[in-house]
């Protein structure tokens, strides 16, 4: 299922008890590109409502073709994610909500399909493309992998 709206709208239907839905726990693929930044800002802002849990996931890109070049930098990647997450937890402790995080190795669409099938999310909120410079009304790969693949909603924030 495929969810494309503001919802900023949504929040101010459910302020005035038109529309409500709980979401426990939100999933937010996140690779620090602007629209998985305006992902993550649009599930602050419903996990604030409804007190639900985030759970950022960031997947470093991997496979064996990759091997040779990636791991002699793979603790540096590593390290940089772990910085971005760590300024985000800190706003969201700032916010009240709570937050997990977890890094992934491999394809990103497969990793995180995988992972949503282990893990039970109520809603993965995400941008539409992540950090490609490719522009246009399409989806990216990553995206379009979770919306076609997804047993659960799929918010896409463009």
Known sequence: MIIIFDILEMLNLSSRGIYYVMFERILV????????????NKAFALASLTKSTITLVHVIEYHDAMAKVVEPYKETMINHVKKFFNTI????????IKIDDKILYGNPGEELIDFMK????DL????????TKITGPSLGSVSNALVQYSKIPVLIII
């Open 124 to 131: 993965v909120i995400m941008g539409k493309r992540g950090v």
């Open 118 to 121: 282990k893990k039970k999310f």
């Open 89 to 96: 937890e800190k706003d969201a402790s700032k916010r009240d």
């Open 29 to 40: 693929p996140y690779d620090n590109s602007v629209n998985s930044k305006r992902a993550l």
